[in-house]
């Protein structure tokens, strides 16, 4: 699914126009995005948490030459998805 898709979607089950739908889900994406920057949590009962996460440098191996090269240390985005969210039964 896509962000058009989502938008139809959140449309259809919530009763919006089209225009409604994406201001709501662009709302929230922005939301969402603006605490991540912030390195706070966003938790959504029932559905999962995002949160940020510290990788430390580390050295890794260029594939092509063989080398060693220094990775960086960086800040990635972590999703762990809430009970109701399970898959996998």
Do not use: C, H, W, Y
């Not at 009962?45 to 240390?73: C, D, H, W, Y």
């Amino acid at each position: 699914m896509n962000k058009t898709e989502l938008i139809n979607a959140v449309a259809e089950k919530a009763g919006l126009t089209k225009v409604q739908a994406k201001a709501a889900v662009e709302a929230a994406l922005n939301t969402i995005t603006e605490q991540l920057l912030k390195e706070d949590r966003v938790a959504i009962i029932g559905f999962g948490t995002f949160l940020v996460n510290e990788k430390p440098a580390r050295t890794g191996v260029n594939p092509r030459s063989g080398e060693k090269i220094q990775i960086a240390a960086r800040k990635v985005v972590k999703f762990k998805p809430g009970a109701d969210l399970a898959l996998v039964k």
